[in-house]
T-cell receptor, first 112, second 109 residues
Framework: DSGVTQTPKHLITATGQRVTLRCSPR?????VYWYQQSLDQGLQFLIQ???????AKGNILERFSAQQFPDLHSELNLSSLELGDSALYFC???????????FGSGTRLTVV | GQQVMQIPQYQHVQEGEDFTTYCNSS?????IQWYKQRPGGHPVFLIQ?????EVKKQKRLTFQFGEAKKNSSLHITATQTTDVGTYFC?????????FGKGTHLIIQP
């Protein structure tokens, strides 16, 4: 157990639908990051939050949005889902600054 | 923006052989981090290098950060089946942390 909790572990949904992925960071970590991992595509950075505020944006589609709540947990919302959105979605947390990230176990999203 | 290239993409080795993966950045990095992802697992932080020319060792793993802070390498001596997985480098810069695409290490017994 890395200390970062992601739910659900698996999600199967139809095209056009909307889903919400949830992440609870490791205790004491203020930064939360979301990554998308597709087959052989490595880790694509989506978005970062720090203590409730958006800090950085990567290759996140307009159909995707995220937020970090006062208790520091974060949600990633994916809407108008397409087949190509099928991937592993990882959440990671860190204390902030140049420090290692702790990854959760991921949510495997399958869009059918 | 910042780009981090990692080679090779795949590496097949016999158990007991050495393995090296290389990471190159288009810009000077403030730090470099290395992660390991086992098949079906999540990335796990291995180490961070910050200083120019820095070398760090973890048992059979040796990590190096280049003098210009634009490249790095991970070397594993005498690979074991437990070393199987994908090794990612991640460069720290103005855009935050940028991950390479990883090197998949496949070990044949």
């Amino acid at each position: 157990d890395s200390g970062v909790t992601q739910t659900p572990k698996h999600l199967i949904t139809a095209t056009g639908q909307r889903v919400t992925l949830r992440c609870s960071p490791r205790s004491g970590d203020l930064s939360v990051y979301w990554y998308q991992q597709s087959l052989d595509q490595g880790l694509q950075f989506l978005i970062q939050y720090y203590n409730g505020e958006e800090r950085a944006k990567g290759n996140i589609l307009e159909r995707f949005s995220a937020q970090q709540f006062p208790d520091l947990h974060s949600e990633l919302n994916l809407s108008s889902l397409e087949l190509g959105d099928s991937a592993l979605y990882f959440c990671a947390s860190s204390v902030g600054g140049p420090s290692g990230y702790t990854f959760g176990s991921g949510t495997r999203l399958t869009v059918v | 923006g910042q780009q981090v290239m990692q080679i090779p993409q795949y590496q097949h080795v016999q158990e007991g052989e050495d393995f090296t993966t290389y990471c190159n950045s288009s810009t000077t990095l403030s730090n470099i981090q290395w992660y390991k992802q086992r098949p079906g697992g999540h990335p796990v932080f291995l180490i961070q290098l910050v200083k120019s020319g820095e070398v760090k060792k973890q048992k059979r793993l040796t990590f190096q950060f280049g003098e210009a802070k634009k490249n790095s390498s991970l070397h594993i001596t005498a690979t074991q089946t437990t070393d199987v997985g994908t090794y990612f480098c991640a460069g720290g810069g103005a855009d935050g942390l940028t991950f390479g695409k990883g090197t998949h290490l496949i070990i044949q017994p």
